[in-house]
């Protein structure tokens, strides 16, 4: 089992059809969480943005992408503070930590006390992004994950038990990797995250899953060690 872990979630991971937010996967959520917190397991948790604004849609509005990519940040804490209420309902201790100071919502993020609240056994969850434009979310779990010194980044996917050679849902031939390496995926051009948190993961030994959250119980399963999907790390296993 991983000692400490950090989650990577994406915004639309906690939405229904035309919702921002579905009440019935934020429970569910919070469930299997506080089952993987239960194991001793120390929690930290990125979330995206994604279910209330997306870089694409802030493009073709027309808005400037610095100012876009504070929206989305501005997303991301109200994410983090949802997921945190879930938690919390069910007897959870969290704490919030942002980039961008908001002291009557929540912590700004010091890495100390980030490392102290997992200490004590709380979930900790980072919103915000990194605090400044032109950075992916993903690059903020690297971020994170480095500062904290988790053993892995686990990347939650909708739907997708993996990474593939291709489009599983539009090539019927693609074939899921066990295992990659880091320089695999800038070679081979996976789209599993963003070059600078690749490199970022790479220079700094990270270790990441990827793995399908829809299925119950597989957030425990990969907290625990399981390989339910796709690692890669620097080296070959």
Avoid at 89 to 110: C, H, L, N, Y
Avoid at 154 to 169: F, Q, T, W
Avoid at 191 to 198: E, F, I, L
Wanted: glycine share 10%; hydrophobic share 40%; net charge negative.
């Amino acid at each position: 089992m991983y000692k400490r872990v950090l989650l990577k979630l994406s915004g639309e991971a906690l939405s229904g059809t035309g919702k921002n937010f579905d009440p019935d996967i934020l429970h569910g959520l919070a469930q299997e969480l506080k089952e993987a917190h239960d194991t001793g397991v120390e929690i930290a948790i990125v979330v995206g943005g994604g279910n209330f604004i997306r870089g694409k849609t802030v493009a073709e509005i027309g808005i400037d992408r610095v100012q876009g990519d504070y929206m989305g940040m501005l997303a991301t804490i109200i994410n983090a503070l949802a997921i945190q209420s879930a938690l919390e309902q069910i007897g959870v201790d969290t704490r919030v930590q942002t980039s961008i100071d908001m002291p009557k919502v929540a912590e700004p993020f010091i890495q100390r006390r980030a490392v102290r609240h997992l200490e004590k056994g709380r979930i900790v969850i980072f919103g915000g992004g990194t605090g400044s434009p032109y950075f992916s979310t993903d690059t903020t779990a690297a971020l994170r994950a480095s500062e904290i010194k988790a053993d892995v980044i686990l990347m939650a996917k909708n739907g997708v038990d993996g990474v593939y050679s291709a489009d599983p849902k539009k090539d019927p031939t693609a074939t899921r990797f066990d295992h990659l390496t880091y320089m695999d995926l800038l070679n081979k051009g996976l789209q599993v995250m963003d070059s600078t948190a690749t490199s970022m993961c790479m220079d700094n030994h990270m270790e990441l899953m990827v793995f399908n959250m829809n299925e119950t119980g597989n957030i425990v399963r990969a907290m625990k060690g399981e390989q339910i999907g796709t690692i890669i790390s620097k080296e070959e296993k």
